[in-house]
């Protein structure tokens, strides 16, 4: 057997691999003769079958099979013994002036692209500066949240007619083009909750309601064309909902309203705990903590995009983008030229950021422990949790919970990736200016939603 590189330039290379029949023979005679142990066939006795009568029979397919596993291993055992960075996956040259028998005694040459990580360096210094921006709760904020809290342990009562902030439960039918109900269209009974709806016409039309009206509702428009919220509303498919193009006949069933919760004991108990939280200033103070808390969590991301946007943007150096898109239609049979020319370059800023992420880890030895993916993984449930009930899980109870969790290998390699990630961001933040910056929070919405 005889394995060469070529190298067509930085990036890409081609690896030939001449293969001779006493390079495959012996595999192919041992893959026979176990064929032959297992065979059932007529007129033989299990485990008995000759295996001339087996290589008559399934020979080629057995030589093709050997053939490619030969490949395989051949391959890979190159790459890892030459060290070679390499990009997707090597992806074969069809050569169609080369045709053999396939009767075991063919010379096989095969030939196989490979598209090859590029060779950079990472500068980051204290010249390199990144705005870090500090969050401050704002009235409007807090008074938002106190309200949310309040609603979600009030009561629940039914007046006649629906006013802001309002629930209107609901028949929803879809209608023809015509102003009728399409028959066999999209129906569905739901909650419709005013104070989500973003397009204030529609709001107010849905305002001063009562049980048994019926008007016509643009879904679409109405939760400006936010399709996981039409796709909830109406129980179909994101994709569904994101096409959808008909109105809708509103028919109200009766109109919810949630009363806010008195501030006094019981409700601080339900919510932090008996004894924890006695006034309401202590209240007040809790809830600002708890949105300061979401805050933080809010800088730091956003911190970390502006961390990657820049590390891509001052990290220059080139892909294989032509091999890369090759082996992103081989490795995709449904992927179409225009889905690949669209989505191509958020694929290979994807590609750059894992490179630079990969390359400092190489080169400062930074190491991810079990102990730092567990750590994440229980703050992560934690706060899943927490979204559903304020109460904390005891410890013990979650840290059962998050060794189940890290048991799928789809999470553990989540958390893992996260756990890489965050280290490589501290690392680039240690070397780098931040430069803090006061903003309030509604301000730091507006400029996260201007930047999306």
């Known amino acids: 057997m005889n394995i060469t590189q070529e190298k067509v330039d930085a990036l890409n290379a081609v690896v030939k691999i001449n293969i001779n029949p006493e390079d495959y023979q012996p595999r192919v005679d041992k893959a026979i003769k176990e064929n032959a142990k297992k065979a059932k066939l007529p007129g033989f006795r299990p485990g008995m079958v000759p295996a001339a009568h087996i290589k008559k029979m399934y020979g080629k397919s057995i030589l093709v ?65 990144v705005t870090q921006y500090v969050i401050k709760v704002d009235d409007e904020t807090l008074a938002s949240r106190i309200k949310n809290i309040r609603r979600s342990y009030g009561k629940m009562t039914n007046p006649d007619v629906s006013a802001d902030d309002d629930v209107l439960y609901a028949d929803l039918a879809q209608l023809s083009p015509d102003g009728s109900v399409f028959e066999g269209g999209i129906s569905n009974t739901a909650s419709v909750r005013l104070d989500q709806i973003k397009d204030e016409k529609i709001k107010k039309s849905l305002i001063g309601l009562k049980k048994g009206d019926v008007v016509t509702l643009d879904i679409q428009k109405a939760f400006d064309n936010e399709a996981p919220k039409v796709a909830g509303l109406l129980k179909i498919e994101e994709d569904e909902a994101a096409e959808l193009k008909s109105k809708f006949q509103l028919t109200v069933k009766n109109v919810n309203r949630l009363e806010e919760s008195d501030l006094n004991q019981e409700f601080f108990d339900k919510l932090f705990g008996e004894g924890t939280v006695t006034t309401e200033a202590e209240f007040t103070a809790k809830i600002t903590e708890e949105i300061e808390t979401m805050m933080v969590q809010d800088s730091e991301r956003k911190l970390q995009d502006d961390i990657y946007k820049a590390s891509v943007a001052k990290v220059d150096f080139n892909l294989p983008d032509e091999f890369l898109k090759r082996w992103l239609k081989a490795t995709n049979e449904k992927l179409t030229d225009e889905e690949l020319n669209g989505g191509y370059n958020d694929f290979a800023t994807n590609l750059k950021w894992t490179l630079i992420e990969n390359k400092i880890i190489k080169d400062n030895q930074i190491e991810i422990k079990y102990d730092e993916v567990f750590a994440l993984a229980k703050v992560r449930l934690d706060q899943q949790f927490r979204m559903y009930s304020p109460q904390p899980i005891p410890d013990e109870q979650l840290g059962q919970y998050t060794v189940q969790y890290l048991q799928n290998k789809e999470n553990a390699n989540k958390i893992f990736e996260e756990v890489k990630a965050l280290k490589v961001f501290d690392h680039i933040k240690s070397v780098i200016t931040l430069d803090k910056k006061d903003i309030l929070y509604t301000d730091f919405s507006e400029l996260v939603k201007e930047q999306q």
């Open 65 to 129: 099979d050997e053939i490619n596993n030969l490949l395989s291993d051949t391959l890979n055992k190159y790459i890892d013994e030459q060290k070679l960075e390499v990009l997707g996956q090597p992806l074969p040259k069809v050569d169609n002036e080369k045709e053999y028998n396939w009767d075991f005694n063919d010379n096989f040459e095969f030939n196989y692209e490979l598209g090859l990580a590029p060779q950079f360096n990472i500068d980051f210094s204290s010249k390199d500066k």
